[in-house]
Every structure is written in structure tokens, then in C-alpha cells.
Nanobody
Framework: QVQLIESGGGLVQAGGSLRLSCVAS????????MGWFRQAPGKEREFVAG????????YYADSVKGRFTISRDNAKNTVYLQMNSLKSEDTAVYYC??????????????????????WGQGTQVTVSS
């Protein structure tokens, strides 16, 4: 069992930046592919960014490409989401998710909810215009 705890959300003005963190329990974090998703009020949860267990490959939704950066520190069991040039449409609850690497091609599954076995409780990000 893996527990994920997000932090770093808050209220920020449009154009500002935030860095989200997600700390995972357990000793096998380095073997997990990690993703960030978000859900805005009245909308379905959507993929934001993903990173392979090795950190060697990263993936982004088109809406955040060039503004958000996902990274990980396996020594700290932590994955980050650096969010720059924030827009009002980035307002949402942001969730961290984990998938134990099973040798499947993460490059084709990173964007799917069903890929991930474990989810955090979420952290609210509000961008004021």
C-alpha cells in the first residue's frame, strides 16, 4: 500500500507560480510511475503531467506544456509539479497518482486514470484573474 500526500496548493494571481509536492510512503517509490491530474468544478478529472519511475521520460497535457514541469526526487520519495504562468483555467484540485512499474509501456498509458493504483487526497489551486 502506498500513501500519497500532496501539498503546495493555494491562491495565486494569474501569471504567478506555485510548486506542488507529493510525498509517498513506502520504500519502493523509485519503481513507481507518477502522475498529476486535476479536476475543476463541474468537470471531469484530467491528466496534467506524468513521469516514469526513472525520471527519464516526462509527459504533459497540451494545455500545460511549456508552463508546467514535473520532476521527482527518489531519495526523498517526492514528485513535484512546478507551475508557472498560471491562468484562471488552471484552477482545480490537483491530485498525485502512482503506478507500480509493471513493465507495461507507460508511454501509451500515462494519461489514463485507470493506469494508476494509488491516489492522494488532492490540493486546491486557485488562480485569480
Amino acid at each position: 500500500q502506498v500513501q500519497l500526500i500532496e501539498s503546495g496548493g493555494g491562491l495565486v494571481q494569474a501569471g504567478g507560480s506555485l510548486r506542488l509536492s507529493c510525498v509517498a510512503s513506502g520504500r519502493t517509490f523509485s519503481s513507481y510511475n507518477m502522475g498529476w491530474f486535476r479536476q475543476a468544478p463541474g468537470k471531469e478529472r484530467e491528466f496534467v503531467a506524468g513521469i516514469r519511475w526513472s525520471g527519464g521520460s516526462t509527459y504533459y497535457a497540451d494545455s500545460v506544456k511549456g508552463r508546467f514541469t514535473i520532476s521527482r526526487d527518489n531519495a526523498k520519495n517526492t514528485v513535484y509539479l512546478q507551475m508557472n504562468s498560471l491562468k484562471s483555467e488552471d484552477t482545480a484540485v490537483y491530485y498525485c497518482a502512482a503506478e507500480p512499474d509493471r513493465g507495461r509501456p507507460y508511454s501509451t498509458t500515462y494519461y489514463r486514470d485507470a493506469t494508476y493504483d494509488y491516489w492522494g487526497q488532492g490540493t486546491q489551486v486557485t488562480v485569480s484573474s
